[in-house]
């Protein structure tokens, strides 16, 4: 019985020890905080930016420098050609767009953004006309994926910008310049009129400094004194400005009639696709000219949807008219604005933070943009990219 009772106590006394430890919890290694804070610091999610100046940089455009509006909280880092998604609310609409960093990448004291007004736009205009200096916005951390990677990119670059796609371009320029890159660059930018040419001065500038830089300007519309080039950017003028093509990559931004007519012209010179880097399209200015749309649809036609949401823990569902010739995230932000936030960042199609799931009916997306297999398997699409051309049902429960 003694010898029972003495076993009964050795299990007990085991059991309990086997107890302790599997409560005792390893403390956390000495630079787990530190990695935590870069991890916070590098993709933040979510920023507060404060505008502290505002330069005119042409008849359209102007220079919106930022810094952190939490002063115990630094800048999110960024690789030069990377953008921000900026966040307004316009007459009780909540939206963002995407505007490239002008900065350079190796100081995070301010961001500086280059925002040009789009006609017909909506942020672009608002943001020109009311932004001041003390305003606050938020803002997306830094996204994009044309940026330099020597590993893949080689050491001769083409940039190729039209307009205000100079933007993302001077970034990598001053980053280049900066850090005294050994990789050589041709910059062919394209613009109107002289007045249009955006960071002219300090462009000049870099080119004069740096030997292995080289800027072109081509004017469109130039007056009849300008000494440069004119016209389009044509094989031709590429082909004289770089030489040859060989053990090129090549960057290009600027708007869709540019990326049309200079992806031709580089589809003859026999450039491979894979030595060609874009800035997403963003929305074309108008859908029903893209190739491939439905001819049978007005672009005056509407479109019933339905988006199922969860409010509050409780699932709900919307009934509302959109625009087929609208993309189906404009129509969700003015329709729930005040019931859910969708992600987003790129409003085109790149970034996939608002994927959604479509449960019924079927919607547009223009041909160049490209769609995540995993996405597609899983019946999701991008409502920043996507337009309506049937009935649609939505879930945003499901992701």
Avoid at 66 to 76: D, H, M, T, Y
Avoid at 221 to 234: L, M, R, V
Avoid at 356 to 362: E, F, M, P, Q, Y
């Amino acid at each position: 019985m003694e010898k029972e009772i003495m076993e009964d106590v050795k299990q007990y006394q085991k059991a309990e020890k086997l107890k302790k430890k599997r409560d005792e919890v390893e403390p956390l290694p000495w630079y787990y905080d530190g990695l935590e804070n870069l991890c916070n610091r590098i993709h933040p999610g979510k920023q507060l930016l404060q505008v502290t100046d505002i330069e005119l940089l042409s008849r359209d455009t102007k220079l919106f420098r930022f810094i952190s509006a939490k002063p115990n909280k630094p800048l999110a880092p960024f690789r030069a050609g990377q953008y921000i998604g900026l966040t307004v609310d316009i007459n009780g609409v909540r939206t963002s767009r995407p505007f490239s960093l002008a900065s350079s990448p190796n100081q995070l004291s301010y961001y500086e953004l280059g925002i040009r007004r789009k006609d017909n736009g909506f942020v672009s205009p608002f943001l020109i006309e009311n932004l001041k200096v003390g305003d606050i916005l938020e803002a997306s951390e830094p996204l994009g994926n044309l940026f330099y990677n020597p590993l893949f990119h080689g050491k001769d670059l083409v940039f190729i910008a039209g307009g205000s796609g100079i933007t993302p371009f001077i970034s990598m320029l001053r980053d280049i310049s900066e850090k005294k890159l050994p990789i050589n660059v041709w910059l062919i930018f394209g613009c109107l009129t002289e007045k249009d040419i955006l960071f002219r001065t300090e462009l000049n500038d870099i080119q004069k400094r740096r030997s292995n830089i080289n800027i072109s300007y081509i004017l469109s519309e130039p007056n009849s004194d300008w000494k440069g080039e004119c016209g389009f950017i044509t094989r031709d003028k590429i082909l004289n400005e770089i030489g040859t093509i060989a053990k090129k990559y090549f960057y290009m931004v600027g708007n869709r009639a540019m990326y049309e007519f200079v992806r031709e012209e580089l589809n003859a010179l026999g450039i491979p696709q894979h030595r060609v880097y874009y800035e997403a399209f963003g929305v074309p200015d108008d859908i029903t000219k893209v190739i491939g749309w439905p001819q049978e649809i007005d672009s005056s036609d509407k479109i019933q949807v339905t988006v199922e949401y969860r409010r509050n823990t409780f699932k709900e569902k919307i009934e509302f008219e959109a625009l087929c010739s609208e993309p189906i995230l404009n129509s969700l932000e003015r329709s729930i604005r005040d019931k859910i936030e969708i992600a987003n960042a790129c409003r085109s199609g790149e970034c996939a933070l608002c994927r959604t799931r479509l449960i019924s009916g079927k919607v547009f997306v223009p041909p160049e943009v490209t769609i995540r297999e995993v996405d597609k398997n899983f019946g999701s699409i991008h409502p920043c990219i996507s337009y309506p051309i049937t009935n649609v049902h939505l879930d945003l429960t499901l992701t």
